[in-house]
């Protein structure tokens, strides 16, 4: 039995750059040099992630699960 | 683009009235209309007694909105708005030093204004322009003795200011614009001041409000002040709380372009709706006791800068603004009071009592 991460994915084509991404979760989206978010492969917590997908003014947050790398069962 | 173009006018002739037929209200209901530019649209121009073209980015939709949008960002950035902070620091620092020195003040002209009008003259890369922008008062329309609004002062700077971007082009926004292009031409006068009428007019009297708020609520929360200045990392939360509370920009135009309704009500395809911004930031489902003030709130998803692709432009540059402000007051004196009666023009928002606009804000240090 094993559980699914969730990883965070930035549309580069539709995020502003606002950062309420990064406000919320500094530890995984940063503002990159041009303006864009960028969303760290870490671990985070899923409230608060779907918080930032909901928080993102032009919906560029998807979340993606992604099964453990090695299976633990 | 001229196909665009016809069709952009074609719609404007089409909205079947210039007042709003009903207010979006509700947090889900404003955020997703607001995200929905296809429901909703933009094709609109507001403001018709002082502008006779659109506010750009700001009354187009995608997939021009972005274009527009794509000249400004140089300027709104994160990382340029946060490469602004010691020079707003400055600002702030000698605003609150003159508080404290003559122990009272009217704090909607004399302390929230010149903040304001410093910092988007230095945004903008136009510092010798501060005195002038503070000098336009609280409101960037001019009143009329008549009551009507009257936008010429405003064109009159932007047509200056883009005569000089033109002739000796610098790395100021309006040259920016000046020496932008889309889809291989330069932008049509129209554009330029478009663009130029946004970035002066929507955050100006907005944030000048924001700062008024916060001297007001402040003045009478001793504990609060003795909070935040102990805890300055505490600054932000409090601000988005004012932001929520005062929703500087209570509500935004969209055309409807198809029927819809909703508990808020209901428009028929071509009437103009309210995106009910703070309706949205009082919605009691959202947010505890929302007619009460509480700087600590956490959550706080306020839509005090709209959602969606109109999310505005200049929310980095105002968040600064007001956290410098708050930094630089709260260290340079003990604390404030009221100092004698202010004059707030209130409004009632699903229910609780809202200041709408500060005009006098006395105010006089204490301990």
Redesign the interface.
């Known amino acids: 039995m094993s559980i699914d991460r969730l990883r965070a994915a930035v549309d580069r084509d539709e995020c502003f750059g606002f950062g309420f991404c990064a406000d919320l979760l500094p530890d995984i989206f940063v503002i990159d040099e041009t303006g864009h978010a960028v969303a760290r492969d870490m671990d985070a917590d899923k409230a608060l992630l779907e918080q930032a997908v909901g928080d993102c003014p032009r919906s560029a947050i998807e979340l993606i699960r992604v099964p453990p790398a090695v299976p633990t069962g | 683009m001229s196909g665009r173009r016809a069709g952009r006018e074609a719609s404007l002739i089409g909205v079947r009235r210039l007042m709003a037929v009903a207010e979006i209200t509700g947090h889900a209901a404003v955020k997703a209309a ?2 929905d530019p296809v429901t909703f649209s933009s094709d609109l121009l507001g403001d018709r007694d002082v502008r006779t073209y659109r506010q750009l980015p700001l009354e187009v939709d995608p997939p021009e909105h972005g274009a527009y ?1 794509a000249i400004l ?1 140089p300027v709104f ?3 340029a708005i946060a490469a602004l902070e010691p020079a707003l620091r400055a600002v702030a620092a000698g605003i609150a030093a003159r508080f404290a020195a003559r122990g009272h003040v009217e704090a909607v002209h004399e302390l929230a204004l010149p903040m304001v009008g410093a910092s988007i003259a230095i945004a903008f890369g136009r510092p010798q322009d501060a005195d002038e922008l503070v000098g336009w008062g609280t409101e960037s329309w001019e009143t009329m003795p008549d009551g009507r609004r009257d936008g010429s002062r405003l064109e009159r700077y932007l047509g200056r200011v883009f005569a000089e971007a033109d002739e000796h082009p610098g790395t100021d926004a309006f040259s920016l614009v000046a020496r932008a292009e889309l889809e291989g031409r330069r932008l049509s006068r129209e554009e330029r001041h478009g663009l130029g009428n946004l970035i002066l007019a929507g955050g100006r009297d907005t944030v000048i409000g924001l700062i008024a708020g916060a001297m007001w609520h402040l003045a009478a929360e001793q504990g609060e002040r003795v909070r935040l200045a102990a805890h300055p990392g505490r600054i932000p939360a409090a601000v988005e709380e004012l932001l929520r509370f005062l929703s500087p920009l209570p509500a935004i135009e969209r055309v409807a372009t198809e029927d819809i309704s909703g508990p808020w009500g209901r428009a028929h395809g071509g009437d103009l709706v309210l995106l009910g911004f703070a309706a949205a930031n009082h919605d009691a489902t959202v947010f505890t006791d929302p007619g009460t003030v509480n700087l600590e709130r956490s ?1 706080n ?1 306020h839509v005090a ?5 109109h ?1 505005c432009i200049g ?2 540059l105002a968040r600064l603004e007001a956290r410098v402000f708050l930094e630089a007051l709260l260290a340079a004196v003990p604390g404030w009071r009221l100092d004698g009666e202010p004059e707030i023009a209130w409004a009632t928002v699903e229910g609780s009592r809202v200041p709408a606009r500060f005009d006098r804000v006395p105010v006089e240090v204490a301990p």
């Open positions: 607001a995200k949008r960002a950035a994160r990382p959550p998803p800068f709209g959602n969606g692709p999310t929310v980095h």
